[in-house]
Every structure is written in structure tokens, then in C-alpha cells.
């Protein structure tokens, strides 16, 4: 049975993750992502992070359609805890202290959960904190009667008036300073911080991976929602999305030369519409998704001209006669271009058992 996929970043390690669910972990979810893990039939999807801002958010219709097709999807923490509060009522499960507050109302600014992060390379580390982390830290300061109410209060103020990239303990401690409040209180909480902080959104992305396991583990399960109304938007999206599962297909299709070959016409141009009548077509589909997720662990990969011979000899079946040509009809024109595709295979091959 596939994985469950989970979208993950800044709000929890990968590693911590995997320790406790046994799932495909992702990048923040985007525009698209949900609608092609969905095609992926996975047992359930959970959602805890995504990108917003400069990169269009995940569609409330990509979730629609994921549980419309049987998929159980789940949401916390960050986006996901946004998305869970708007569409719990049509069947997303919501989990955690910060999708109760969106869903009751307590909470409705966007920028509660938002934070700033490096990229993949950096695992998504966090360069900010969360509204909603710093709310909670504070709360339990005041419970151990290092602040005051109302000094609780002016502290809440000043972080909600920061930009959220800017919201770091330091720079609220030295405007809590400035703007003179209680001195002795400010300065207790500084020494209290390193060790008493609260990560409520990392502790709600614990308990939608327990949900999920739990879930996954129950032998009955069954997932209904309405059908998304669809739109031109929406038909763009589908459309998209299935121009892009074409690409992949043909990319994989470019690995078996006998089958790519069958594609071109008489004129030299890759027939659109053979692609699409290929009897595989979905499997092929579902394999390309599966290597998409490779991170290359467990397998000892080898340097860069044996890792040729291994593509060339074993995976295609030898060097071709004419290899420029070879090269250039798949559009693999740069060096770096082939050493990922060839470590991808190896990978898929060696690290994860594929077929």
C-alpha cells in the first residue's frame, strides 16, 4: 500500500517526522502539489506546511477533489491548520490547538502561523517565529509569574505589530525595552526564554502525524466530500496538471529507447496523442511520482563515470552508436542534465527497490 504523503518545512524536522509516521515527506505544499499527490492514491495526505506569498498557496478545490477520490486528507500547524478551519466542515480533518482557534474564531490573521525559512538545502530551518508560538510562550510565561498580565499583553502588541520575517525573541525584547516596560519582569523573561519557549505548532504537527498513523492503521476507513464546482480556473488547473503528467510520462519513456522510439511520426515529431493512448500510461504515471520522492537515502551511490556505465551499459542496454544523437533527440543537453537523471535510476533501482 503507498505511503501517506505529508507536506513539511520549517514547522518540523524531516527526520523527526519519519520517526514518527512512516510517510513520503514532502516540501511546503504549493499551487498543484495536493492535486498531484491525490493522484497518487495514497491512503491519506497531511498538510502542515505550504508556501504562500511569493508562490501561489494550495487551492481549497485541490483538497475537495483529494477526498472526493477516497483520499483522507489532514491539516495542522501552519497552512494546514488554515485549510482544516475553512473545509473541516466538508470532511478535512483538522488537528491540533492551532486549527481549533482559526475554527472558532479566536484566530483569523494569516500571519499567526507565518514565519520565514531557507530553502530545501537548509532543511526549511526557520529564521523567524511563529505568531501563534509566541502567543503561547507568552502565556505560559505569565502562568509562571515571570511577566504580568498586562506586561503580557504590550509584549503581544509589539510582536503583532512586526512584520512576520521580523519577529525574533531579540528584537521584541529590545522594543520591550525601549517602549519602558516593567524592567524586572522584561529581564527575567530574557533569561527564561532559551529554555522555556513553547513550539505550539510543532506540537500540533506531532499530533496530526499520530492522527494520520492512527488513522492508517484502522481497518475501517471512509472519506466522502462534495464535488468541487468547476470553474475555468479550475479546468486550467486539471488541464495543467495534465500536461505536466505527460511530460513526466514521456520523460520516462525516454529510458526505454524501443517504446520512445515508437513515438515519433514520420516527420521526426513526438506524436502528443500516443502518449496519452498507452495502455501503461497511468503506471508509468505512478512510477514517475515514486522518483520525484527519492532523497537517495540507503544506497551508496557511485562517482560520476561509473554511474555512466551503469546507465548507459545496464540501465538502457548499452552505449549508443551515435551518442550526440542519442542525447540530443531526448533534449538532454548538459552534462549535469544526465549525472541527475542517471542518479535518480540509480537511486530507484539500488535505494528503494524499484522495478
Known amino acids: 500500500m503507498n505511503k501517506p504523503i505529508v507536506f513539511i518545512g520549517p514547522t518540523i524536522d524531516?527526520?523527526?517526522?519519519?520517526s514518527m509516521l512512516d510517510g513520503d515527506f514532502r516540501p511546503p505544499a504549493?499551487?498543484?502539489?495536493?492535486?498531484?499527490?491525490?493522484?497518487e492514491s495514497p491512503p491519506a495526505i497531511g498538510i502542515v506546511d505550504g508556501f504562500f506569498h511569493r508562490v501561489p498557496a494550495v487551492w481549497h478545490k485541490e483538497i475537495l477533489f483529494a477526498m472526493r477520490g477516497g483520499v483522507a486528507v489532514f491539516g495542522a500547524a501552519s497552512m494546514g491548520a488554515l485549510r482544516a478551519a475553512e473545509l473541516h466542515r466538508f470532511g478535512m480533518v483538522g488537528?491540533?490547538?492551532?486549527?481549533?482557534?482559526?475554527?472558532?474564531?479566536?484566530l483569523e490573521d494569516d500571519d499567526e502561523v507565518a514565519v520565514a525559512h531557507a530553502d530545501g538545502s537548509l532543511n526549511f530551518r526557520r529564521t523567524s517565529e511563529a505568531m501563534v508560538n509566541i502567543r503561547a510562550t507568552l502565556e505560559k510565561a505569565e502562568r509562571c509569574s515571570v511577566i504580568g498580565k498586562q506586561t503580557r499583553a504590550?509584549?503581544?502588541?509589539?510582536?503583532?505589530?512586526?512584520?512576520?520575517?521580523?519577529?525574533?525573541?531579540?528584537?521584541?525584547?529590545?522594543?520591550?525595552?525601549d517602549a519602558r516596560l516593567p524592567a524586572m519582569e522584561i529581564e527575567r523573561l530574557a533569561a527564561w526564554l532559551p529554555t522555556n519557549q513553547v513550539d505550539r505548532k510543532r506540537e500540533d504537527a506531532v499530533a496530526m502525524l499520530a492522527a494520520i498513523r492512527d488513522f492508517v492503521a484502522s481497518p475501517e476507513r471512509s472519506i466522502s466530500a462534495p464535488e468541487p464546482v468547476h470553474t475555468?480556473?479550475?479546468?486550467?488547473?486539471?488541464?495543467?496538471?495534465?500536461?505536466?503528467d505527460d511530460i513526466a510520462v514521456l520523460e520516462e519513456l525516454k529510458l526505454d529507447p524501443r517504446r520512445f522510439d515508437e513515438l515519433f511520426d514520420r516527420e521526426g515529431a513526438i506524436r502528443a496523442e500516443a502518449i496519452r493512448q498507452l495502455p501503461d500510461y497511468e503506471q508509468i504515471l505512478r512510477r514517475a511520482f515514486r522518483k520525484r520522492s527519492l532523497d537517495g537515502d540507503g544506497c551508496d551511490e557511485p562517482g560520476r563515470d561509473e554511474l555512466m556505465r551503469w546507465f548507459f551499459e545496464e540501465r538502457l542496454g548499452g552505449w549508443p552508436r551515435d551518442i550526440e544523437g542519442f542525447l540530443r533527440v531526448r533534449g538532454w543537453t548538459s552534462e549535469e542534465g544526465v549525472t541527475a537523471i542517471a542518479r535518480r535510476e540509480y537511486r530507484w533501482r539500488m535505494g528503494r527497490g524499484g522495478r
Open 154 to 177: 504590550r509584549l503581544e502588541s509589539i510582536a503583532k505589530s512586526l512584520f512576520y520575517p521580523d519577529r525574533v525573541w531579540p528584537a521584541i525584547i529590545q522594543l520591550a525595552r
Open 30 to 39: 504549493a499551487l498543484g502539489d495536493v492535486l498531484r499527490a491525490a493522484r
Open 14 to 18: 524531516r527526520a523527526d517526522a519519519a
Open 232 to 244: 475555468i480556473l479550475w479546468q486550467a488547473l486539471l488541464d495543467q496538471e495534465r500536461m505536466r
Open 95 to 106: 488537528v491540533g490547538e492551532v486549527f481549533k482557534a482559526y475554527a472558532a474564531g479566536m
